[in-house]
């Protein structure tokens, strides 16, 4: 039997090294997987492999920000990379990931598509960077756009908002891709504009964590992973529901707030993290960062 049976396996190597080398393998990013993620990242997956149709599926993930909306995308991007595809005349790329352009252009938004392809970008007209556009993701094979933050290019005057939902059904009708369309509830409500694309989108809310039966396998799941020789016991009461409120239930801000606490503990020559260490390790909660912002204007 192991002697550390709080921790998974790939992390008993890890306490053999040094306080400095745990701090730096606990700040590495990581994927916590949970139920719901896997179902989401099924449905990615259904509609990667769907058939191309003049009306396909789309998905537009709704939530807070720092709840792991970009995580997940980004966990399915990875899963299925582009192809060196030796004998034809380009890479093979079926899912594409960019961020939103920070404004309702369609200019802007064919430049960051080819941006993150790494192509020229035609200083000419937007017609011609949409003729570019559809040149290559014709060319890599394109299935998947996903596209994060989008409500930050839907706001703006309604004929700008609605030139930019065009230009995301033309793309879908032109190219016969699916879309996963990333953001905050801004989002649904600029979707509700265009009821004829509201309809080809479906909705899916991540939800804010609760105490319940997920959320503590949650907790066990970040403490496996932690190099701390001693059992934390994060599942359990008072530090479950601290951490929930700390963290105002989003995983990002509950994740970082594990960490700094992991750290911490570390720093301070001891094996786990309590109620004081998440108390004194530096994390400000979300709603007192606003706060501490909204004294500065």
């Known amino acids: 039997m192991s002697l550390y049976p709080h921790l998974h396996k790939i992390c008993l190597p890890i306490l053999k090294l040094n306080p400095e080398q745990r701090i730096a393998h606990i700040s590495q990013p990581r994927w916590i997987g949970y139920p719901l993620a896997h179902k989401l990242l099924q449905k990615f997956d259904d509609i990667y492999r769907h058939p191309r149709v003049s009306r396909m599926p789309n998905i537009m993930l709704i939530g807070r920000t720092n709840n792991g909306k970009t995580e997940l995308v980004k966990r399915f991007c990875h899963q299925h990379q582009c192809e060196p595809n030796y004998g034809g005349e380009s890479i093979e790329m079926p899912v594409l990931y960019i961020q939103a352009p920070p404004s309702p252009n369609e200019a802007d938004l ?15 007209s937007t017609s011609a960077k949409r003729a570019r556009v559809l040149d290559v993701l ?16 839907l706001a703006g005057s309604p004929i700008k908002l609605q030139q930019m939902l065009n230009t ?3 793309l879908g009708n032109e190219l ?28 899916i809310v991540l939800p804010q964590w609760k105490m319940s039966k997920e959320y503590l396998q949650l907790l066990k799941t970040f403490e496996s992973l932690l ?10 009461s008072p530090l479950s529901q601290k951490l929930l409120a700390m963290s105002e239930g989003t995983i990002g801000e509950m994740s970082t707030l594990i960490k700094k606490a992991a750290i911490h503990s570390l720093n301070e020559g001891k094996e ?8 004194t390790c530096g994390y400000t909660p979300p709603s007192d960062r606003t706060r ?6």
């Open 138 to 153: 014709k060319k890599i094979g394109l299935k998947v756009l996903c596209i994060d933050e989008l409500q930050n290019s």
């Open 176 to 203: 016969q891709i699916s879309f996963i369309a990333l953001g905050t509830e801004d989002l649904l409500r600029a979707m509700s504009v265009d009821k004829q694309l509201q309809n080809r989108f479906e909705p």
């Open 110 to 124: 064919y430049a960051e598509i080819l941006t993150s392809l790494f192509e020229r970008v035609p200083s000419a």
């Open 168 to 170: 995301i059904k033309y």
């Open 272 to 279: 786990c993290i309590d109620t004081q260490m998440l108390s």
């Open 292 to 297: 501490e912002v909204a004294k500065l204007v």
């Open 227 to 236: 190099p701390l020789k001693s059992p934390s016991l994060l599942h359990q």
